[in-house]
């Protein structure tokens, strides 16, 4: 079955650095896009990046463009969100999120992620 | 950027009632909807794609309808594990693609 696995969150001060991962299996991982998207109270569900199968086409939101570099492994099956310059408004849950059609991009996120917890605070 | 625009934010219902969420794009969509079902602690799960498409395994007491700017969300007859925030999420002008700000269903 399909599992998606959120890993590095954690507390981090404005302005540093976090890595993401999402650990993808159950399905050809290499075939579909994949998407970031975070939630949290304030903002609600907000999508954040979308990576296409092959790596080759990225688009993100306004709000984290320029900051957060989203990026995939097909040889290990692994999403990965690099986060930098980090602002007190990234903070939420951020799920990685499979794209429902192979081989495009149609924002239809039929599997997600157990998501992990961002938390940007001094 | 496109506006999606819930109703009710919330809602409370009875077993065995017929539910109707309604969402509503800023702009014309066609049938670029989806809906999302979030329970307490966990993910959202895909219910709906395009407007009125059901999703593989979730029960057909669930249906969605609409075109355009105006979209709903049926539950036939509700069930209490239906007891969720449910979310539209329109996937036409992108990106970026929006999501409304949820409806949270509650049992009475």
């Known amino acids: 079955q399909v599992q998606l696995v959120e890993s590095g969150g954690g507390v981090v001060q404005p302005g540093r650095s976090l890595r993401l991962s999402c650990a993808a299996s159950?399905?050809?991982?290499?075939?579909?896009?994949m998407h970031w998207v975070r939630q949290s109270p304030d903002k609600g569900l907000e999508w954040v990046a979308v990576?296409?199968?092959?790596?080759?086409?990225?688009f993100y939101a306004d709000s984290v463009k320029g900051r957060l570099t989203i990026s995939r492994d097909n040889s290990k099956n692994t999403l990965y969100l690099q986060m930098d310059s980090l602002r007190v408004d990234d903070t939420a849950v951020y799920y990685c999120?499979?794209?429902?059609?192979?081989?495009?991009?149609?924002?239809?996120?039929?599997?997600w992620g157990q998501g992990t917890l961002v938390t940007v605070s001094s | 950027d496109v506006q999606m625009t819930q109703s009710p934010s919330s809602l409370s219902a009875s077993v065995g009632d017929r539910v109707t969420i309604t969402c509503q794009a800023s702009?014309?969509?066609?049938?670029?909807l989806n809906w999302y079902q979030q329970k307490p602690g966990e993910a959202p799960k895909l219910l709906i794609f395009?407007?009125?498409n059901l999703e593989t395994g979730v029960p057909s007491r669930f249906s969605g309808g609409g075109s355009g700017t105006d979209f709903t969300f049926t539950i036939s007859s509700l069930q209490p594990e239906d007891v969720a925030t449910y979310y539209c999420?329109?996937?036409?002008?992108?990106?970026?693609?929006?999501f409304g700000q949820g409806t949270r269903l509650e049992i009475k």
């Open positions: 999120a499979k794209d429902r059609v192979s081989r495009s991009s149609w924002f239809i996120f039929d599997y």
């Open positions: 159950g399905f050809s991982f290499n075939a579909y896009g």
């Open positions: 990576i296409s199968y092959d790596g080759i086409r990225k």
């Open positions: 702009q014309g969509i066609s049938n670029y």
């Open positions: 395009g407007a009125s």
């Open positions: 999420q329109q996937y036409d002008a992108l990106p970026p693609i929006t």
